[in-house]
């Protein structure tokens, strides 16, 4: 007797990412389009963190997502304004706790203390002055280091993957950790420093990628194991825990 088996294929998932301002102009970020074969529908999304994600069909042609996504405009615009707005309100109080380096720095108001001055000592981010200059100070100072230890990781990389040192942008956007201008330069968000630095390893490799692939290709995903092997798991912690750092 012959038993009819019926196997089924395996489900195929594919990632890219389709400029934001393609659909917003003048916004910055991109969607993420992910594809699987398992889907038949289009769905459009914001994740908290603000990323815009849309689930499409493995063969749908990108102009028909961006059709659907042109059809969605009104709602993108609010959802995102929306996580926007949620991003603005991170409570600035006394033992706050504050991101860095995938674990957090506990902060410390001291008003009115002499003259503004934000300094770390141990786990704690002391920082006096004026209240209403607070948030603006403690990114500042994040910035600063954050220029510092990128640059050192940048240079670090580089190296290992065989490439001469790019120039480094430190970037400032909303919904993106780097990203490689068409002239070479490397834009990495000073929010790296909130995440493990293992992460921002993966990030700046990911970025170091695309000297050689412009694109997102599996050729490009090739080069990312070749420098930084367990790329996946990395993107995947990346996604966890930089939900959360987006909120200042
Ligand atoms: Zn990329």
């Known amino acids: 007797m012959r038993r009819l088996v019926r196997r089924r294929a395996p489900v195929v998932r594919r990632e890219e990412s389709l400029p934001l301002g393609r659909v917003l102009a003048g916004l910055e970020g991109d969607i993420l389009v992910k594809r699987s074969s398992a889907r038949r529908t289009l769905a459009l999304r914001v994740a908290e963190g603000g990323q815009a994600i849309v689930n499409a069909p493995l063969q749908l042609p990108l102009a028909r997502v961006e059709a659907f996504l042109a059809l969605h405009r009104a709602w993108l615009a609010e959802h995102l304004g929306r996580s926007q707005r949620q991003a603005r309100s991170f409570a600035w109080e006394d033992g706050a706790r504050l991101p860095w380096q ?3 720095l506990t902060l410390v108001l001291e008003p009115g203390s002499g003259r503004p001055e934000v300094r770390l000592e141990g786990d704690r981010l002391h ?13 500042h100072w994040y910035r600063r280091q954050a220029r510092a230890w990128l640059a050192g990781r940048l240079a670090h990389q580089a190296t290992l993957a065989g490439r001469p040192l790019p120039p480094l942008r430190l970037s400032d956007a909303r919904t993106r950790w780097g990203s490689l201008s068409p002239s070479g330069v490397v834009s990495l968000n000073w929010r790296l420093l909130k995440v493990a630095p293992a992460l921002a390893d993966y990030v700046i490799c990911h970025e170091l990628a695309h000297f050689r692939q412009r694109n ?3 050729a490009f995903w090739a080069e990312v194991a070749r420098l930084y092997p367990d790329w996946r798991e990395a993107r995947r912690r990346l996604r966890e825990q930089g939900a959360g750092c987006f909120l200042f």
Do not use: D, I
Not at 127 to 139: D, I, Y
């Open 216 to 218: 997102h290709s599996p």
């Open 102 to 104: 995938g674990g957090h």
């Open 127 to 139: 920082c006096a002055g004026p209240l209403e200059t607070l948030a603006a100070r403690v990114v």
